[in-house]
């Protein structure tokens, strides 16, 4: 298929990504030959898939590429620039293997609705934000989790009444439901009996599809544009280099592509498609993009819903609600011809699967995929897995794209919804890894927080930032730290057809490094707390400092 520009020509630059030139290392600049850049220091981390990571002493960087790298400092070839880096610790660029920019985007400019740890602060935010943006007559939010809360039964539209002045949309920190009030029920027609293929609605609480019962008011460009430069600033400022969106529209692809062009943009993305007729018909008509900043050739679809919401789709029913066993958001005769439709046009199949059924269903299926083509179909999540079905990870073409920090938010409560029994085959992530040989990595930003180090530290010590529990939740299924540090690098460039771009310290990749104050390969775990970005490097450039 053809690949064409996929634009927007009459967009103009309105705010240059503006890159720190001052150093916060030592910085030499020698004569005016040589390649571009030389980085040396004594602990440059070289993730080979040895038990013990090697490091290097120099690498060399030309046109924002390596071009070279040795660990005998006398051999370093000579630079214009020399980037010192004692004291640090360098490591390839951090990658999300599954974000969403368009939401952390939204986030910035909504209510806050995280780490909220009652409905009476979720309603004292609003109306901080309702007293702030008065001329506002729609509050929309992100972030409640009533399983944070004394009481976790979910909300109501009548716990929102004294805001009737108003249409209030609050979305559950998975993105899996939404908290409206009454505004919103009569403004849109919804009752408690209202039918919804895939989803439901209770007092004011629509699951899953039952979102879709609701047009929110679209943002223009102008917004967007200035959302989305605060979003690549904060990914920098966390260390993360590049990353893989987990489900855009066209219209949205195309805006990201037009910040690219515009050189605004600078951080490769491997965006994935939502599946949608529209969104996949266009990419039919005008062909993939396959930019160094841009891979437009994957597919997300959605098999069920989020446990938190109990929409994860189980085997058996909810230990605490009997009789219920989840949502079907995608039937298997719709799988397969999602699956085969795909493969038709050559793109990569990324499937969200959290329950126990769905996971199996989707394995099952992916199980049928050609083991002589390069497919790498996709599982997104795969949390709940019952252990005979880890065998299906040894196919060449099935990849599981997990995210650790779902582990430790999930572990307060996930007893609750699966039973003892259940729960311990959850979470498998060493289980995965050790069929597969490789596991990528991500946060699923802004349901978890958008740092890296926070999946780090989640998949090698399974606890929260308090160190609890102390042995770990379901410790056995720890990922020791150069099989986490290759999941946040080369098994997530790989997972996106990207492992010959970046996610590794080797000759023609892109010179993206993360540069840290701690060793995260010592033997002694630093702590997180103290563990700190100090430097994003992107295609040779300082594009962070602390």
């Known amino acids: 298929m053809r690949n064409i520009s996929h634009t927007f020509r009459f967009l103009f630059v309105h705010n240059l990504f503006l890159l720190p030139l001052a150093l916060l290392f030592s910085c030499s600049n020698q004569q005016e030959q040589g390649i571009d850049v030389v980085i040396t220091g004594e602990n440059i981390h070289y993730l080979d898939t040895s038990p013990s990571s090697k490091t290097l002493r120099w690498v060399a960087i030309d046109d924002g590429r390596i071009v070279d790298f040795g660990g005998d400092l006398e051999q370093r070839p000579q630079a214009k620039k020399t980037i010192k880096t004692s004291n640090s610790h360098v490591y390839p660029g951090f990658i999300d293997a599954h974000g969403h920019i368009f939401g952390y985007a939204e986030t910035l400019h909504t209510v806050s609705l995280f780490g909220t740890k009652s409905k009476e602060e979720c309603l004292e935010r609003i109306r901080v934000f309702k007293e702030t943006h008065p001329e506002k007559d729609w509050v929309i939010g992100r972030g409640w989790d009533q399983n944070d809360w004394e009481d976790t039964s979910y909300p109501t539209a009548i716990d929102l009444e004294e805001f009737e002045d108003s249409k209030i949309y609050l979305t559950r920190i998975d993105g899996h439901a939404a908290w409206v009030n009454t505004a919103v029920l009569d403004d849109y027609g919804i009752e408690n009996s209202s039918k919804v293929n895939g989803g439901s609605v209770l007092d004011g609480i629509l699951v899953d599809r039952a979102q879709e019962l609701v047009t929110l008011p679209k943002y223009d460009s102008k917004f967007w544009r200035m959302a989305l430069l605060q979003t690549q600033d904060s990914l920098v400022k966390y260390g993360l280099t590049a990353l893989t969106d987990a489900g855009l529209h066209y219209d949205q692809i195309l805006l990201l592509d037009s910040l690219i062009e515009e050189g605004a943009w600078k951080l490769p993305v491997n965006a994935m498609i939502s599946n949608t007729e529209e969104d996949l018909s266009y990419f039919e008509q005008h062909g993939p993009i396959e930019k160094q900043l841009l891979r437009v050739k994957s597919v997300k679809a959605y098999l069920d819903g989020a446990l938190g919401s109990r929409g994860a789709l189980l085997r058996a029913p909810y230990h605490d609600l009997p009789q219920h066993y989840g949502l079907h ?129 989640s998949a090698t010590t399974r606890r929260d930032k308090e160190h609890w529990p102390e042995e770990g939740f379901l410790g056995a299924q720890a990922l020791t730290p150069l099989q986490t540090l290759r999941g946040m690098t080369v098994d997530a460039a790989y997972s996106a057809f990207r492992e010959h771009e970046y996610g590794s310290i080797a000759k023609g990749q892109l010179a993206n490094f993360t540069i840290l104050n701690r060793d995260l390969l010592a033997a002694d775990q630093p702590n997180q707390s103290e563990t700190k970005v100090l430097r994003t490097i992107v295609a040779g450039a300082d594009i962070y400092q602390d």
């Open 329 to 457: 958001l995608l039937s298997p005769e719709e799988l397969e011809k999602l699956r085969e439709r795909c493969i038709a046009n050559e793109w990569q199949l990324c499937v969200h699967a959290i329950g126990d059924s769905a996971h199996h269903v989707l394995l099952k299926s992916f199980e049928q995929l050609d083991r002589n083509r390069d497919l790498r179909f996709r599982v997104e999540h795969a949390q709940i897995m019952t252990p005979e079905d880890s065998s299906y990870y040894t196919h060449p073409n099935i990849i599981a794209s997990v995210q650790p920090t779902h582990a430790t938010s999930d572990m307060y409560w996930a007893h609750e919804r699966l039973g003892d029994e259940r729960l311990e085959h959850s979470y498998s992530y060493k289980r995965i890894l050790n069929a597969a040989g490789k596991v990528a990595l991500g946060t699923d930003f802004p349901i978890e927080h958008i740092d890296p180090l926070a999946t780090y530290f």
